[in-house]
């Protein structure tokens, strides 16, 4: 009841769509970008997370409006392409922001990504597609806002990813497996010719460790091109 509380009141106030947990221990993923809000409640009632564009090159309309000055001053980061994360408590409505723009360079701004509960609503990862040629994943722990770079944790436990880094490399949270794990994907291409695409999974906790499941590289052609990341 509380869920569907906090959801009413989000409604009536125009706020985006709100999201619940679902069934089975699996929880939703949100989608968001420059022209689309999005908001979901942890599974345990206890946050809400919402993504929401501070600026953007949409029209304005009922639903996209002017953010105000708060939202623009707690985005400062931000550029016009920017979306920004939030945080709230809904027992005391303390409302914070996710620092999730600034990942490994520091200067990467958000505008289109996912994120997505834990089952136990400790953490929740967000991946950040910042530019065409790179998307960042991260977890965030709800109490401390705390980010554990995703990235890291593959570079580091995976040495042989690294020639990767400055490469077209799409990192992707694609689901929670548990309360502390996740399943995530790197996959994209290099750039030199000949060109080669890969694609990657891991598991990967928030103790920042990650296992390789599977891999694949095979060389660039005009006909296997779009299998990339898929």
Same mark, same amino acid.
């Given at each position: 009841?509380?869920?569907?509380?906090? %959801?009413?009141?989000?409604?009536?106030?125009?706020?985006?769509?709100?999201?619940?947990?679902?069934?089975?221990?699996?929880?939703?993923?949100?989608?968001?970008?420059?022209?689309?809000?999005?908001?979901?409640?942890?599974? &345990?009632?206890?946050?809400?997370?919402?993504?929401? $564009?501070?600026?953007?090159? %949409? /029209?304005?309309?009922?639903?996209?409006?002017?953010?105000?000055?708060?939202?623009?001053?707690?985005?400062?980061?931000?550029? #016009?392409?920017?979306?920004?994360?939030?945080?709230?408590?809904?027992?005391?409505?303390?409302?914070?922001?996710? /620092?999730?723009?600034? !990942?490994?360079?520091?200067?990467?701004?958000?505008? #289109?990504?996912?994120?997505?509960?834990?089952?136990?609503?400790?953490?929740?990862?967000? &991946? &950040?597609?910042?530019?065409?040629?790179?998307?960042?994943?991260?977890?965030?722990?709800?109490?401390?806002?705390?980010?554990?770079?995703?990235?890291?944790?593959?570079?580091?436990?995976? /040495?042989?990813?690294?020639? !990767?880094? &400055?490469?077209?490399? !799409? $990192?992707?949270?694609?689901?929670?497996?548990?309360?502390?794990?996740?399943?995530?994907?790197?996959?994209?291409?290099?750039?030199?010719?000949?060109?080669?695409?890969?694609? $990657?999974?891991?598991?990967?906790?928030?103790?920042?460790?990650?296992?390789?499941?599977?891999?694949?590289?095979?060389?660039?052609?005009?006909?296997?091109?779009?299998? #990339?990341?898929?």
């Amino acid at each position: 009841m509380k869920r569907l509380a906090v %959801c009413l009141a989000l409604a009536a106030a125009g706020a985006a769509p709100c999201i619940g947990s679902g069934q089975s221990g699996q929880t939703e993923k949100i989608e968001f970008s420059n022209c689309q809000s999005a908001s979901v409640v942890s599974p &345990n009632g206890r946050w809400v997370l919402e993504a929401k $564009f501070i600026l953007s090159a %949409c /029209p304005l309309t009922a639903k996209i409006t002017k953010p105000t000055a708060e939202e623009l001053t707690a985005a400062k980061s931000g550029n #016009e392409w920017g979306v920004s994360l939030f945080l709230e408590s809904v027992s005391d409505r303390n409302r914070r922001r996710v /620092p999730f723009e600034k !990942y490994e360079d520091g200067n990467a701004n958000g505008y #289109e990504g996912q994120a997505a509960w834990s089952p136990s609503s400790a953490a929740f990862f967000v &991946n &950040n597609h910042s530019a065409s040629d790179r998307t960042d994943a991260a977890f965030f722990l709800a109490d401390s806002l705390r980010m554990i770079s995703i990235d890291d944790a593959i570079f580091r436990s995976d /040495p042989s990813t690294r020639r !990767y880094r &400055n490469e077209h490399r !799409y $990192f992707r949270a694609l689901r929670w497996l548990d309360d502390h794990t996740t399943l995530v994907q790197l996959c994209g291409h290099t750039s030199e010719y000949p060109a080669q695409q890969f694609d $990657f999974r891991y598991r990967v906790g928030l103790d920042g460790q990650a296992q390789r499941i599977s891999g694949k590289v095979q060389p660039v052609t005009s006909a296997d091109y779009k299998l #990339e990341c898929q």
